[in-house]
T-cell receptor, first 116, second 109 residues
Framework: GAVVSQHPSWVICKSGTSVKIECRSL??????MFWYRQFPKQSLMLMAT?????????EQGVEKDKFLINHASLTLSTLTVTSAHPEDSSFYIC????????????FGQGTRLTVV | GEDVEQSLFLSVREGDSSVINCTYT??????LYWYKQEPGAGLQLLTY?????DMKQDQRLTVLLNKKDKHLSLRIADTQTGDSAIYFC?????????FGTGTSLTVIP
């Protein structure tokens, strides 16, 4: 099946610094990618929908200035957590939608962010 | 958005069948999905069902959909220890997915 790669798998950063997470579709072009956040023992919450070449659409309650999303190419979307704080510590997962289908969305392996 | 609910935990003995249940609120979801998440890993799509279907079977997996009650279930036959994971149901219209809280399945040898 299609592969979506996320990098890094885990990252520890100091409070106040910024962290960039990459999401790549390895064998298909993804016009749409999604970013999710998962708190411990909770479900995935959709943060934003990223469309190639346009601004991301953020879900209600998600600060767009804090979670910067860039989808500059058909195979890469990035999420930058700016001025990270301990409450931003979470598991972030991206997914990429297979073009031309309504059912196929493939998920990355996730990034564990710990802010200390 | 859509509210999707699942029970949090399920324990079964190896070899038995597991049934994971899910209820949802938005009947406009075109597809309903089951994902598996192993510890520290991303999500793996297990199966999905179109909203106009009642049942779908795929090897050990059987998905039942009751549209009237907005209830979705996943049955795993002959559950193995490798099936231990968190299972998420999700509803979606192709561009967005709304996930349930996840059910942690523990398979007892």
């Amino acid at each position: 099946g299609a592969v979506v790669s996320q990098h890094p798998s885990w990252v520890i950063c100091k409070s106040g610094t910024s962290v960039k997470i990459e999401c790549r579709s390895l064998d298909f072009q993804a016009t749409t990618m999604f970013w999710y956040r998962q708190f411990p023992k909770q479900s995935l919450m959709l943060m934003a929908t990223s469309n190639e070449g346009s601004k991301a659409t953020y879900e209600q309650g998600v600060e767009k200035d804090k979670f910067l999303i860039n989808h500059a190419s058909l195979t890469l979307s990035t999420l930058t957590v700016t001025s990270a704080h301990p409450e931003d510590s979470s598991f972030y997962i991206c997914s990429a939608k297979m073009p031309g289908t309504s059912t196929e969305a493939f998920f990355g392996q996730g990034t564990r962010l710990t802010v200390v | 958005g859509e509210d999707v609910e699942q029970s949090l935990f399920l324990s079964v003995r190896e070899g038995d069948s597991s049934v994971i249940n899910c209820t949802y609120t938005d009947s406009s979801s075109t597809y309903l999905y089951w994902y598996k998440q192993e510890p520290g890993a991303g999500l793996q799509l297990l199966t999905y069902i179109f909203s106009n279907m009642d049942m779908k079977q795929d090897q050990r997996l059987t998905v039942l959909l009751n549209k009237k009650d907005k209830h979705l279930s996943l049955r795993i036959a002959d559950t193995q220890t490798g099936d231990s994971a968190i299972y998420f149901c999700a509803g979606g219209t192709g561009n967005q997915f709304y996930f349930g809280t996840g059910t942690s399945l523990t398979v007892i040898p």
